[in-house]
């Protein structure tokens, strides 16, 4: 693949008389799998990894020291490849608090002193990347065809297929079932850095295995496609091996049956035959990946180490898991089944949502329900798990068809409000909410809003004396809250710099 080190020599880039700012180990051996040219500052969530991001940093640098350090984190925990900031016409050179921040994520930081096309640095440098990316194409191309022909010719030799996968790629390959017990190892072993990449193999809409590859390469692009495409045959490979237990078929039947909304006679009967207990409580999640190809079974893997049991499926591309729960304590083993599902899920490239408790388990296509409608909120940050009970506010205000409803109530509860923001460029509405969203607790919403206690008890004043008195004496609390809510919605994210107007 094409190395920063190539993309900085190259004619392009070059006439933008690039200086590598960052001290980043490895900087010119990074690959850039892609070149991408935007001002946009919320960008990261949209990028996957590897990309050499340019930007011309007005918007950037017009951003408070803080927002613009959290810019630079958010690109690092995307693992993207550079990012070049064109200073060409500024009359002051990178901050070096924004160096250092690029530094500590990892970042390298590349200063274009001089003003050139982006459209022609994109262009030259993607072309160079396809043309790369299609041999690798080819490459995997050619070991699927003579592993195909090995399973055609002589049967689903596993130690064979995964001698010749390794010698192809100079790797390292294990193959694991979805319980961690070895199903065969190739190659010689591989330590310190390189590349890793690792795909689920599915068979029969189980999680049967998976596959790790392991190189000394800088290059991950060749590895990650080898693995995913690869384990689509090895899938055929573990088919005629691979039989579900009658366990698992009674398991895929009974979750199959809850994200359809089968009728309840259908779910009790499946239920028993689970072997789950009549009248238990339940709640459900579902798991999405934000990757090219889905692979659950790290995440399943780190929740069995914590002790969670859960029946799984894979449905169109996600996994739904049902968790049996204790009657009488279902709300403490469901705060149990979130720390556990948030540790499980930290640092990788999936995401979840829990529905709500339901209290007998025929019924828990309804939590499966509100989980997949949590998710469909737009809440796509990888390596986070969300629990449908904090966004019930968002669900029913979403329910509520046409703007126009709401208008008379948000005028008529925190209009005082809006009015002064507009006017005096204050957050008086975003304090509130904050100190809403806390339970009224004042020190933990100027935590929260990174202002002096003595500034939120300012704040709160004015809100009162905005609101006409104390909203907690009012008797419509929730009334304030749901209003104070769809305000923030309709106006957008609020501000909650520390250096706003009180």
């Not at 780190?302 to 996994?319: K, P, Q």
């Amino acid at each position: 693949m094409i190395t920063l080190a190539e993309v900085l020599a190259s004619a392009s880039m070059s006439a933008a008389d690039p200086l590598l700012c960052s001290n980043v180990p490895g900087t010119l051996d990074r690959v850039v799998r892609w070149v991408h040219s935007s001002e946009v500052l919320e960008i990261a969530p949209l990028l996957r990894g590897g990309e050499l991001l340019l930007s011309g940093g007005e918007a950037l640098l017009a951003l408070p020291p803080q927002e613009q350090e959290e810019y630079i984190r958010s690109l690092a925990a995307r693992n993207v490849a550079a990012l070049a900031l064109q200073t060409a016409g500024h009359s002051a050179p990178l901050p070096p608090r924004l160096i250092a921040v690029a530094n500590e994520g990892g970042l390298p930081l590349i200063d274009l002193r001089a003003v050139a096309p982006f459209v022609d640095i994109a262009e030259a440098v993607n072309r160079l990347v396809v043309n790369e990316q299609a041999d690798a194409h080819l490459i995997v191309d050619d070991v699927s065809r003579r592993i195909a022909r090995q399973i055609t010719d002589k049967g689903p030799h596993l130690p064979t297929i995964l001698d010749l996968i390794a010698d192809a790629f100079a790797a390292e390959v294990s193959l694991a079932a979805a319980d961690g017990t070895s199903l065969g190892h190739a190659g010689s072993a591989v330590t310190g850095d390189g590349s890793t990449a690792v795909a689920g193999i599915v068979v029969g809409g189980q999680l049967a295995a998976q596959l790790t590859l392991s190189s000394l390469s800088p290059d991950p692009f060749l590895l990650k496609l080898a693995a995913d495409r690869l384990s689509g045959i090895l899938a055929l490979a573990l088919a005629q091996a691979f039989r579900p237990t009658p366990a698992q078929v009674a398991d895929a039947r009974l979750l199959e049956s809850l994200i359809e909304g089968a009728g309840a006679a259908t779910v009790q009967r499946q239920w028993l035959q689970a072997g789950l207990q009549p009248g238990q409580a339940a709640v459900m999640a579902v798991f999405r990946s934000s990757g090219r190809e889905v692979n659950f079974s790290a995440v399943e893997r780190a929740l069995r180490v914590r002790g969670v049991n859960g029946r799984s499926h894979l449905w169109d591309g996600e996994l739904a898991v049902l968790f049996a729960l204790p009657r009488d304590n279902a709300r403490k083993a469901r705060e149990a089944l979130l720390r556990a599902a948030r540790d499980a899920v930290r640092g990788t490239d999936a995401c979840a949502a829990f529905g709500p408790n339901v209290g007998d388990g025929v019924r828990a296509h309804e939590s499966y329900v509100e989980a997949q409608a949590t998710l469909g909120l737009g809440l796509t940050e990888t390596g986070e798990v969300f629990d449908a009970m904090d966004f019930l506010a968002r669900r029913v205000l979403g329910m509520v068809p046409g703007p126009g409803f709401w208008d008379l109530y948000v005028r008529s509860s925190v209009g005082e409000l809006l009015d002064w923001d507009r006017k005096h460029g204050t957050v008086l509405l975003a304090s509130l909410l904050c100190w809403l969203d806390s339970g009224c607790n004042t020190t933990a919403s100027a935590l929260t809003l990174n202002v002096e206690r003595q500034t939120m008890h300012k704040r709160l004043n004015k809100i009162q004396e905005l609101l006409g008195g104390d909203p907690r004496a009012s008797g419509h609390l929730l009334d304030l809250h749901l209003a104070a809510k769809v305000a923030a919605a309709t106006a957008g994210p609020a501000p909650h710099a520390p250096g706003r107007k009180s």
